[in-house]
T-cell receptor, first 111, second 115 residues
Framework: KQEVTQIPAALSVPEGENLVLNCSFTDSAIYNLQWFRQDPGKGLTSLLLIQSSQREQTSGRLNASLDKSSGRSTLYIAASQPGDSATYLC??????????FGTGTRLTIIP | EPEVTQTPSHQVTQMGQEVILRCVPI?????FYWYRQILGQKVEFLVS????????KSEIFDDQFSVERPDGSNFTLKIRSTKLEDSAMYFCASSPWTGNNQPQHFGDGTRLSIL
């Protein structure tokens, strides 16, 4: 059974710093890994999808990496801003469909 | 950019009552999903739907739950007789097709509160 873990559960960093969020999964036979952002009381916004054949995927200040063999992904956020404060979730599909989510990292950027 | 829309944003219901949560997926998408998130817990898969039938469901999705695509645009989740433990945020998602490069797009969710 696939288990997805995100550590730390919460992270606070001063504005302007670069930071890395971690995601680990137990079954390396994945098709892709998706990173989401969730604002309090809101839905899930897809940030990046990184395919199993890729090692990195970039969107603006965000960079996601994937190491299937070690069961890890990281989300790098450059030059953090207060607007980046949110919970970040990673998710992997089981088979081709349903997503299994991590518990998330609650990120606070301190102005 | 096209969005998945969900209504209502918040539903308050007495225990034992039926509720219907509504979703309008992105128009050219073929695969539809419901997930739920109990406060403070992980987002959990409930059911996937394709070609007018359930393609997969979790053990949470028991006989109290049903899904329907009554017309070309809406996708609904019905809970027949609600329990206190059904209180959660319910998310609808859609994707164009399954495959290793297709992200699922989520709506803003319906917060269901059972009293």
């Amino acid at each position: 059974k696939q288990e997805v873990t995100q550590i730390p559960a919460a992270l606070s960093v001063p504005e302007g710093e670069n930071l890395v969020l971690n995601c680990s999964f137990t079954d390396s036979a994945i098709y892709n890994l998706q990173w989401f952002r969730q604002d309090p009381g809101k839905g899930l916004t897809s940030l990046l999808l990184i395919q199993s054949s890729q090692r990195e995927q970039t969107s603006g200040r965000l960079n996601a990496s994937l190491d299937k063999s070690s069961g890890r992904s990281t989300l790098y956020i450059a030059a953090s801003q207060p607007g980046d404060s949110a919970t970040y979730l990673c998710a992997v599909p089981i088979g081709n469909e349903k997503l299994t989510f991590g518990t998330g990292t609650r990120l606070t950027i301190i102005p | 950019e096209p969005e998945v829309t969900q209504t209502p944003s918040h539903q308050v219901t007495q225990m034992g009552q039926e509720v219907i949560l509504r979703c309008v997926p992105i128009s050219n998408h073929l695969y539809f999903y419901w997930y739920r998130q109990i406060l403070g817990q992980k987002v959990e898969f409930l059911v996937s739907f394709y070609n007018n039938e359930i393609s997969e469901k979790s053990e949470i999705f028991d006989d109290q739950f049903s899904v329907e695509r009554p017309d070309g645009s809406n996708f609904t989740l019905k809970i027949r007789s609600t329990k206190l433990e059904d209180s959660a945020m319910y998310f609808c998602a859609s994707s164009p097709w399954t495959g290793n490069n297709q992200p699922q797009h989520f709506g803003d969710g319906t917060r269901l509160s059972i009293l």
